[in-house]
């Protein structure tokens, strides 16, 4: 349903976190980001729609909303050498917010 710090050992070991209750600034979610693994959270009622044992392909590739795929999907992961970016005559920022919710 919703994890608690009890669950940090087990989650340190998933390959992704999928909860039924929660948001962006859930347990869940947070201990994800840390990690580097997917999560969706707040699904309502995956655990119940999802099998022990079941192998699905979660991604959270698609913006704000995760997809749950049943079985393991083909992918390929690219690395960028970001050493060999030019340098540019302004300072990189970033706006981490959700531009949908302001409108």
């Given at each position: 349903?919703?994890?608690d710090p009890d669950w940090e050992p087990i989650m340190k070991k998933a390959s992704?976190?999928?909860t039924n209750r929660g948001g962006?600034?859930?347990h869940a979610a947070i201990i994800a980001r840390e990690l580097g693994i997917?999560?969706?959270v707040g699904c309502g009622d995956a655990t119940d729609k999802l099998a022990v044992g079941q192998q699905v392909t979660v991604s959270c590739n698609e913006g704000d909303t995760g997809f749950i795929?049943?079985?393991m999907m083909k992918f390929e992961r690219t690395?960028?050498?970001l050493?060999?970016?030019p340098k540019v005559g302004m300072k990189?920022?970033?706006n981490v917010g959700n531009p949908e919710s302001a409108f």
């Open positions: 349903d919703m994890t992704a976190i999928i962006r600034t859930c997917p999560a969706i795929y049943d079985g690395e960028q050498d050493g060999e970016l990189i920022m970033m």
